[in-house]
Each structure stands twice: as C-alpha cells, then as structure tokens.
C-alpha cells in the first residue's frame, strides 16, 4: 500500500507542478498544447514501442482485454439507459455522454498510474489498443451520420491507423511475436523518449486544469453528474465484478483491472465532442470532474485491492 500511495504522491505532484507552471504561464499560454502534442507523437509511442516490442505478450492481452470491454460497455449502456428514460438527451448527445461513462484516459493519466503504481506500462496498451481501434471507430461513426446523414467508412477505419501510438504499438506487437530483438544501439533511442512520456504527460495535464470552471448554470448538469458517477464509481464496480466472478481474477490482475476502470475520462471525448460540436460542455465537465474524483476512488481501490 505503501508503494501505492508513493505512486500516486509521485503523479500528483507532477500535475500540481504543471498547474503551476501553466498558472504562470511558463512557456507561454501555448505550452501545455505543445507538450501534449510532443507526448502524442514522439514519447509515447516510443514507450508503448518499447514495452510491447519486450513484453510478455499472452499477459499484457489476457483477460485485461475483455474485463475493460465488457466494463466499458456496460458503463457505456448504463447511461445509454438511463439516457432513455430519462435524460431524453438526442442521440449525438448520448454518444458523448456514454463515451464520457466508459471511455478511460489511458494515455495522460493511465500510462503514468501504469508506471508508478502497477509497476508496468503494459497493462495499460490493451486498452488503449482497444479503445482506440473499437470504440473510437463506433462512436466516430454515429457522430458523423447525425451531423452529414452520411458516413466516410475509410475515413473513420483508417484513423486509428493514423495514431502514432496505434502504429508503434502494432509495430512492438509484430516485433515480438516473431521474435526480433532490436540491437540494445537500435532500443536504446526509443528507451530514452519513452522515459520522457510519462513527465511531459503529466505536465501537459497539470498545465490544461488551470482556469477550468465546471458545472456553470445551464450547462446540463443532470447528464454530467450521470456521466461522472458512472464513470468513477459505477464502472471500477463494474470491472470488479466482471475480474473477480466473471475471470476469476484476484490479486494484483484483479487490482490492475479495476485501477484502469477508475481511470478518469479520456480528453478525447471533448475532443470527439468539439470536432462534431455536439455535447461539449458535457464532455468538457466530465473530464475534468471525473479526473479530480480519480484520485480519491483510486486511494480506496489501492486500499482495498493493492
């Protein structure tokens, strides 16, 4: 537990640093844009390069795989539902607000959290493989019908496949199953960008929290609070249950379950939400809500399953 909680000391004081520094404005305003965009697309496909290029692949892609997709699916239908019968929200609206239950942040918040309290980076590139190549796709394709009445099928299958983290991690998997070690010369490069992944995240992260103001009058509370429950509480409930009786997990597979079903929402929610400009304050909020809740819900999961 111990471990644990330094963890968790280690990733908030890099975020509160980044807040700071974006308070400030070190940098300029631009900054913590700049980082994240360098993250994206050069450390942390270099670190997910690296981790599955030597992983042991039969564990990285056990049962996490299909504990996070029945968890998120059903986090995702559970305001799908109450969406139904009581939000009365449009579908545009319902998309968002299920991605915001279900769709975790893997990349700025579970890849360090990966690192500094589950001991290993791996864990958390099943799910971000699995978001991003599943239901990206089918929430893109929903969005897109109900703005244009039509879809672009190759434009949306192939996006994924223009992520740079999507591309390293197929590279790394193809690497190891057929058994090519790169020279220590060739990895070494690679090693030292992906250390400088989770840092730059982390900063990236702390710096975009400032000057965020949640829940403004008419901003559809009703559907953020949903959003948010779900997905900080009732999801890590989901994925416990699915781990534990449905796998028959326990110990650390099951702690490592149910601490990426607590992630918080994943920034590309807003980001899917401002590209088609539907549900944005809805996805705005519930990241940001369920990123400050993340930090108390996964002391108690550490607490009780670390």
């Not at 190549?133 to 879809?151: C, M, Y």
């Not at 590279?171 to 058994?179: A, E, R, T, Y």
């Not at 953020?224 to 900080?232: P, Y």
């Amino acid at each position: 537990m111990g471990g644990v909680l330094t963890g968790f000391a280690i990733i908030g004081t890099v975020i509160l640093v980044g807040y700071v520094a974006g308070r400030l404005e070190v940098g300029g305003p631009t900054t913590g844009h700049v980082l994240n965009r360098v993250a994206f697309f050069v450390t942390n496909p270099a670190l997910l390069f690296t981790v599955l290029a030597t992983a042991d692949l039969h564990e990285v892609f056990s049962s996490f795989i299909w504990v996070a997709l029945a968890s998120a699916l059903a986090a995702a239908a559970l305001f799908v539902l109450l969406n139904a019968v009581w939000l009365r929200k449009d579908l545009s609206v319902a998309t968002i607000g299920a991605l915001g239950s279900g769709y975790v942040n893997a990349n700025n918040i579970g890849i360090p959290v990966a690192v500094y309290v589950l001991g290993e980076a791996g864990y958390v590139a099943p799910v971000i493989l699995l978001q991003l190549l599943v239901f990206a796709p089918i929430a893109l394709t929903i969005l897109d019908v109900r703005q244009r009445g039509s879809v672009s099928f190759l434009g949306i299958v192939t996006q994924p496949f223009r992520n740079p983290m999507i591309v390293a991690s197929i590279i790394g998997v193809v690497l190891n199953l057929f058994g090519v070690r790169l020279p220590e010369p060739v990895m070494a490069p690679f090693e030292l960008l992906g250390g400088a992944a989770v840092p730059l995240i982390l900063m990236a992260f702390g710096m975009s929290l400032h000057g965020m103001r949640p829940l403004q009058a008419g901003s559809g509370r009703r559907e953020i609070f949903v959003a948010t429950a779900i997905k900080s509480v009732v999801m890590p409930g989901f994925a416990y249950l699915i781990a534990h009786f449905g796998f028959g997990l326990s110990g650390t597979p099951l702690f490592a379950s149910v601490v990426l079903a607590a992630l918080p929402a994943a920034q590309n929610v807003y980001n899917f939400a401002s590209r088609y400009e539907q549900g944005v304050t809805l996805a705005r909020d519930t990241v940001l809500l369920t990123t400050i809740l993340s930090v108390p819900v996964l002391v108690v999961v550490a607490a009780l399953l670390a």
